[in-house]
């Protein structure tokens, strides 16, 4: 994959539920609509296999609702800059990206294997 532009994001990797400090204020979340689908064998779920979110606008919540493997997980800005990184949904369910110091813009967010993508935009 050629990357244009890249930043290194500062990507943070948790593998149990995310917690918010009592002291802390919970900040307005938006859901991120996903569109695509992976194909791996097993029983299919009802559910959606990732959920994200952008709260107070500078940080990405992404939920892994299922095991997915090794995902490629690409931002790419309206000016065409990309950014990347990889994440193993089989040891992790939860992936925070913070997106401060990103121009405010449209982007679009997809994960990727060969399995499948899933991929949806979101505004800054």
Known sequence: MVCIGCFNLSVLH?????????TEQVQETSPINLKGEFKKGGLRSGTDP?????????????YFQ????????????????????TVNTTSQSV??????????????ITF?????????????
């Open 14 to 22: 948790q593998s149990h539920p995310f917690m918010i400090p009592e």
């Open 50 to 62: 990732i959920v994200v979110e952008l709260q107070g606008g500078s940080t990405l919540y992404t």
């Open 66 to 85: 299922k095991d997915l493997g090794t995902l490629a997980v690409t931002i790419v800005g309206e000016e065409g800059q990309v950014f990347y990184t």
């Open 95 to 108: 992936l925070i990206i913070p997106l401060t110091g990103l121009p405010a813009g449209s982007y679009t």
């Open 112 to 124: 990727s294997n060969e399995y499948g993508y899933m991929t949806g935009v979101f505004d800054l």
